[in-house]
């Protein structure tokens, strides 16, 4: 198995992704953008850092998202594929809403391209619907901006809208205490996070996209594609259970998503499954230290749950019987603060995430 | 004043837009993504090709628009000005809600950029808290993508949330008849489209974008770059009134964006106001046949509001109270289909916008 050049290991940053510079500029933004007045429309629901927006109107609570499949889709290219980030694209959206309670309603795709190819096309849209059969709702509209001066490459985006059935409340981590649980759902893959990083190790260790990893029959490019599990539905047969206290998506930001949840407790991670071939082997390639890997990467948990410790095994029955067999205890909330996990042996105090 | 070369005069086609090709794509996509089933969670109400889509869920309907700043960001990137196209960033969002009459509560932002440069950060904030004070509605999130990898220039995007106020329904165009008066409000200049063919106008022509075009003080790239009209309060204004029978929201496809409304009947554009000096000025650079004006840039009039004749009096009245002094009869709904405008001598019979 090839390994990368040099001792200290590939991290996102060498990859180029600088998330210092990003969070910067974001601040720059939000900073700039605050109004100085409430809105006259709509009433915004406080939640900085959170996966979605919530906002209320009438009787209703709505959350809105909103994504892009980042670089996954440039291995999409490289392997002629587009109907797995098609289906990513309605995955990661629903997903964040998943992580506030909220029940997704409608989506539109937004797709900047430097020409339209109708075969990528169609099959961005075999995806989409496989991704709307899961998540349960109807693509709304769409904007497709041919623009070759702006974008090289196809940039795949989303909004995806929620609101919350009558009864259910956002679910934002705030109840959390001390000796709760937390519950881990698999995920499919590395969903479509990391893969800066992940483009660099391949493209450094000259491995080719066609061949399978040793061990497999599929090939890496294949496997690497998998699209985002989606848990919505998952999700929706516990959200109204009143022992679940927080619900994280593991999304770019890896383990230190469980962060933007609730800064008063720590996360304690001292049930993580063992880390399956494919991320070991990426992990190979590039000499990436453990620390990097929690931190960019889902490490083979996609989304947690955590839940009244009291409750623990009627809450697993719950997600079992919602389709999620292989959900499990991961971890405690224990006193302190960030994420820990014993294991490899690191602890992570900030998000790091852009948004 | 500089003319181009050649007889035949400058199209969209010929600036790089094939606007047939997108059309192709889309549909590859659309009907790809149709899927098979209702959906389990929300009631999409079908409104093919309109402004928004609509979703009910409980008592409310709900209206979703997304769409992005396109190449105007080029000229923005030109003169390093990006507070203009901010505004534009949440003015084209929330005026395609008020075009099904949707009050806006809410915008996400979604932004794709080579590098994070805090300064264009910070002005594109400032332009958003522009837009949202006109909108009255919040900044509720985002996504910030940093993938030098994808894009060359910064994609601005952005998905505006609205819904109807109690006994307010979403108003479609179907209820349009022949005789209805035509009312049209001014642009504040070229908004957000076109600019493809403009930054090829005036490449070719040569112009400098600092100084002014002649009998003007403001440099030309400062007058194209003017942020686009709200009409968000202008529409609140008279959306609750039966007799408005549609509201047409001139963005890409100029004048051919009223066969959205209703597609049984003629609108025929015989009191278009005089063309404005810029629209002149800048038609002269390529010797752009007029057909090619009307269907691709607003020609002075943003947004167009038809109305039952025998209230027009009461409407424009209504208009001129709620911020649209400038607001005036400007055609008629006869029978026939298409768009049609007597002065130029011009027929359109389809929208050709990709969606």
């Known amino acids: 198995m090839p390994r990368a050049r040099g001792g200290t290991g590939w991290t996102y940053a060498r990859a180029g992704v600088d998330r210092g510079a990003t969070a910067i ?11 100085g007045a409430a809105p006259r429309y709509g009433r915004p629901v406080r939640l900085p850092g959170h996966y979605a927006g919530l906002v209320a ?28 980030v098609g289906e990513d694209l309605v995955a990661i959206n629903v997903n964040d809403l998943a992580a506030v309670g909220a029940r997704p309603i409608g989506l539109v795709d937004c797709i900047s391209c430097p020409s339209p190819d109708p075969s990528v096309f169609r099959q961005v849209g075999q995806g989409i619907r496989r991704g709307l059969t899961h998540a349960g ?25 929620g609101h919350f059935p009558p009864r259910r409340r956002p679910i934002t981590g705030a109840r959390i205490r001390v000796g709760d649980e937390l519950l881990g759902l698999r995920s499919s893959g590395f969903h479509a996070n990391g893969f800066t990083l992940i483009r660099r190790l391949l493209e450094e260790a000259g491995v080719d996209l066609r061949r399978p990893r040793p061990g497999q029959r599929t090939g890496v490019g294949r496997e690497l594609l998998r699209p985002t599990r989606t848990y919505t539905e998952i999700i929706e047969g516990i959200a109204d259970h009143p022992a679940v206290h927080g619900l994280a998506h593991i999304s770019g930001g890896g383990v230190r998503n469980l962060l933007r949840l609730n800064g008063e407790v720590q996360f304690e991670l001292d049930g993580w499954p063992e880390v399956g071939g494919l991320e070991a082997w990426l992990a190979s390639l590039g000499d990436l230290p453990p620390r990097e890997l929690y931190q960019t990467f889902n490490m083979g948990i996609g989304f947690v749950v955590v839940v009244d410790r009291g409750r623990v095994t009627d809450v697993l029955r719950r997600l079992r019987h919602a389709g999620a067999p292989d959900a499990r205890r991961i971890g405690t909330v224990v006193r302190g603060t960030g994420v820990s996990l014993p294991g490899p042996d690191l602890q992570y105090d900030d998000y790091g995430g852009a948004r």
């Open 25 to 35: 500029a974001l601040r720059a933004l939000l900073s700039a953008a605050r109004p």
């Open 57 to 84: 109107v009438g009787r209703e609570t709505l959350a809105l998202t909103t994504d892009t499949v980042g670089t996954k889709v440039l291995l999409a290219e490289a392997l002629g594929r587009w109907s797995e």
């Open 137 to 161: 709702c109807a693509l709304l509209g769409g904007e497709t901006a041919v623009v070759p001066a702006i974008v090289r490459g196809v940039d795949l985006g989303g909004t995806a809208l």
